[in-house]
């Protein structure tokens, strides 16, 4: 795939748009990230901690657990939307190549039967 990436050459609609989901992919597992570490802070969880004489007191801690889901979740739609995205783009390029090809291939059969 990326053998002649610098080439500057005719490429196939479907190996850039694959190209362009892979990097897009990065982006969104940053947010993801972040998003997992927000969760993480705003929804902490309750321990108990040992106290004096045998009693125990609460604590606030990170919840971990709930930031990790959450980007999971997060990664997993956002890469869905993206996935979405791409696959239209890479739609409405092909139609933009059939029809290309259409009307070059009619203004062909019009030269040649003008010329005869």
């Not at 196939?12 to 892979?22: A, D, M, Q, T």
């Not at 801690?61 to 959450?70: D, I, K, R, S």
Request: glycine share 4%; aromatic share 12%; proline share 3%.
């Amino acid at each position: 795939m990326f053998n002649h990436f610098f080439d500057f050459e005719k490429k196939p609609v479907k190996e850039i748009i694959r190209l362009l989901f892979l990097i897009g992919n990065v982006p969104i597992a940053i947010y993801a990230i972040s998003i997992g570490r927000m969760a993480a802070i705003t929804f902490l969880v309750q321990k108990m901690v040992p106290a004096n004489y045998g009693m125990y007191t609460s604590a606030m801690e990170t919840n971990y657990l709930l930031g990790f889901v959450v980007a999971v979740i997060v990664f997993g739609v956002a890469v869905m939307l993206w996935k979405l995205v791409c696959e239209l783009l890479l739609l409405i390029f092909r139609s933009l190549e059939l029809y290309i090809q259409s009307n070059s291939q009619k203004d062909d059969e019009e030269q040649k039967a003008s010329e005869q």
